[in-house]
């Protein structure tokens, strides 16, 4: 058994643990982080790297029902449910659908306006406190549209997220091809979202944060999978793949594999289900954006980063068994292609695919409960919450006052 004294254990080292590492470690706290594999290198990785503020809304409405068919037919839509995994999938489907209706769609809509609210501000002071300016941009990012009735939509969604405080700006076609000159004249407008960012090098501010985190004492336990977790008298005993672990206070961060630990450790069955989503990386394809640009119609991302053009997005549900299916990774291509004036190069591009972990009511959970600290289930907004979260986690371990009005957060909404 490991028995080396710290005061938390964190499980998970994608950038939602290590951001709650770094600050607790900060404040003099003695921190380990149990990795499964290499720190950083999941959804943490892989992800748009959109700092997504504008994101306010659960992630499913009604109007998903009509697309449930397609979903189920088309395996290059931007929408697809695995056939073999749908009687798994569907207990959290159903409370998905639950979710839907007014009253809790609402209710979310509100938290994710709150969280959100404060989430870019705590991304820039991090990124001072811990040198990150470099590949941290708040330049704002684009919503377009090129299809009529879309854009029409577009604008209703401009004006209703203005009247809520998210500030936007339409943009006009002829602006908005002045301002991104790259995209096609069958994008027809934009809204531009001047309060959101992007990362330009993710695996730069993983290493970061890792180096700043061991500077201060912080350690990292890598190709270290936490099989079992019980808690006891002494603490919390994790049998994990280089042995036992005695614990006194743990923190669960393991994204879309937080289920099973959570049910161990606190017997509450969390509605928990991965969101498989894949990226399209072309080293080839430089400085073709300012900013993050989005497709209200083809519903994917492409992000201008240091590494090239990153492309992003589609939502498959299939599980976390079932192997990638790049082809999802390869449309990506066709449709950045649809629309922009050049072709692209796709010489050495690489393919990724990774896991979000969503809850039925779109919420993450940030809380606490006895020894057991709880951050996980951030679906699409993992990268866009992680300092903010880290934020509550550090002020339920102090108890002290929350960084925000409230916690809609706790996983007491499950029992």
């Known amino acids: 058994m490991i028995n080396k004294t710290y005061d938390i254990h964190i499980i998970g080292g994608g950038i939602i643990g290590l951001c709650s590492a770094i600050s607790l470690q900060e404040r003099g706290i003695n921190v ?9 290198q999941g ?21 998903i029902l009509n697309q449930i068919p397609a979903m189920l037919l088309n395996p290059e839509g931007p929408l697809r449910i695995d056939w073999k995994y749908l009687p798994r999938l569907l207990p959290w489907a159903v409370r998905l659908l639950l979710n839907m209706r007014p009253g809790p769609f609402e209710k979310t809509h509100k938290a994710l306006l709150e969280i959100n609210a404060h ?43 203005n009247e809520m405080g998210v500030k936007n700006n339409l943009l006009e076609q002829e602006e908005l091809l002045a301002c991104e000159p790259a995209l096609n004249s069958n994008q027809l407008g934009a809204l531009f979202f001047p309060d959101t960012g992007h990362i330009t090098n993710l695996d730069g501010v993983i290493k970061q944060l890792v180096n700043k985190f ?42 879309a ?25 072309l080293p080839q394809e430089k400085d073709v954006f300012k900013v993050p640009v989005s497709s209200v119609d083809r519903r994917f991302i492409m992000t201008p980063m240091d590494g090239g053009l990153r492309l992003a997005g589609t939502v498959e549900y299939a599980g976390l068994e079932a192997p990638p299916n790049m082809n999802r ?20 591009s690489t393919k990724w695919m990774g896991f979000r ?27 866009t919450q992680a300092v903010i979260s880290s934020e509550i986690i550090t002020a339920l371990y102090f108890n002290e006052e929350l960084p925000m009005n409230s916690n809609p957060y706790k996983i007491e909404r499950f029992q």
Request: aromatic letters at 6%.
């Open 32 to 40: 380990l982080i149990i990795e499964a594999e290499r720190i950083g």
């Open 43 to 63: 959804a943490s990785y892989g992800n748009a790297g959109h700092i997504a503020t504008e994101q306010v809304f659960p992630i499913a409405d009604a109007s």
């Open 119 to 161: 989430s870019l501000n705590a991304w820039e002071n991090f990124a001072k406190k811990w040198d990150l300016q470099s590949w941290v941009k708040v330049n704002g990012s684009l919503l377009v549209a090129e299809k009529q009735q879309s854009y029409q939509e577009l604008i209703s969604h401009g004006c209703r997220l």
């Open 214 to 255: 061991k500077e201060l004492g912080g350690e990292v336990l890598e190709q270290c999978r936490v099989i079992n977790a019980v808690s006891n008298v002494n603490g919390i005993e994790l049998t994990t793949t280089q042995g036992n672990i005695l614990a006194d206070k743990v923190m669960i961060s393991t994204g």
């Open 257 to 281: 594999y937080s289920k099973a630990l959570v049910k161990q450790l606190t017997g509450i069955s969390v509605p928990l289900d991965t969101e498989r989503g894949y990226h399209l990386m």
């Open 329 to 348: 990774a390869g449309m990506l291509l066709k449709n950045a292609q649809g629309m922009l004036k050049h072709s692209l190069n796709n010489e050495n």
């Open 357 to 383: 972990p969503s809850t039925s009511d779109s919420l993450p959970v940030i809380d606490k409960y006895e020894r057991v600290f709880l951050n996980f289930g951030h679906q699409h907004l993992g990268l």
